[in-house]
Structures are given as structure tokens and as C-alpha cells.
């Protein structure tokens, strides 16, 4: 089992930043992929980014250049630094494990809200 906290969701005006913080309650080297996600209202749940535990990572488009995720392997802690962000960035943002044997698992956080408006 893997427990997941977020952290550091907040209102922020267009054109801010804040750095999302997930902490896990198991050591990081031990999970396949870590990810962050996040849905908007009245929208599906869509990847904002991910790594793998050899430090690959993977954005997707809307976010590339502007967002950037990193882990601290001695905290077991994946943040997610968002910068330039835009109203369209608003939704909750959730923290996802994925862990591939024995078998795959999907593990997720409780999500932390972020807020871009004037």
C-alpha cells in the first residue's frame, strides 16, 4: 500500500508560479512511475506529467515548457513546479503511483486545488 499526500495548491494570479509537493509514505525507488494529474470541472482527469524511476519524464503538451517535474529520492517527495501558469491550469491536481509488480497498481493522493485568476 502506498499513501499519498499533496501539498501547495493555492490561488495564484496569471502569469504566477507555486510548486506542488507529493509526499510518499514509501521509499520512491521502490515506485515504477510517479505522476501528477489534475481535472478541471466538468472535465475528464488528464496527465500533466510524470517520472519513471530512472528519471525519465514525460509531459504532456499543454504543459511543456512550463511545467517541470523533479523528486527529492531522501524525502520520498516528486514536486511538480508550475510556472507561467494560465486560467486554463485551474483544476485539482492529484498525485499518482504507479507500481508494476507483482502486479500493476494504481495509487492516488487527494488531490490539492489550484486556482489561476485575477
Known amino acids: 500500500q502506498v499513501r499519498l499526500v499533496e501539498s501547495g495548491g493555492d490561488l495564484v494570479q496569471p502569469g504566477g508560479s507555486l510548486r506542488l509537493s507529493c509526499v510518499a509514505s514509501?521509499?520512491?525507488?521502490?515506485?515504477?512511475?510517479m505522476g501528477w494529474y489534475r481535472q478541471a470541472p466538468g472535465k475528464e482527469r488528464e496527465l500533466a506529467a510524470t517520472i519513471t524511476t530512472g528519471g525519465t519524464t514525460n509531459y504532456a503538451d499543454s504543459v511543456k515548457g512550463r511545467f517541470t517535474i523533479s523528486r527529492d529520492i531522501a524525502k520520498n517527495t516528486v514536486y511538480l513546479q508550475m510556472n507561467s501558469l494560465k486560467p486554463e491550469d485551474t483544476a485539482v491536481y492529484f498525485c499518482?503511483?504507479?507500481?508494476?509488480?507483482?502486479?500493476?497498481?494504481?495509487?492516488w493522493g487527494q488531490g490539492t486545488q489550484v486556482t489561476v485568476s485575477s
Open positions: 499518482n503511483a504507479e507500481v508494476f509488480f507483482p502486479t500493476r497498481r494504481l495509487y
Open positions: 514509501i521509499n520512491i525507488f521502490r515506485i515504477d512511475v
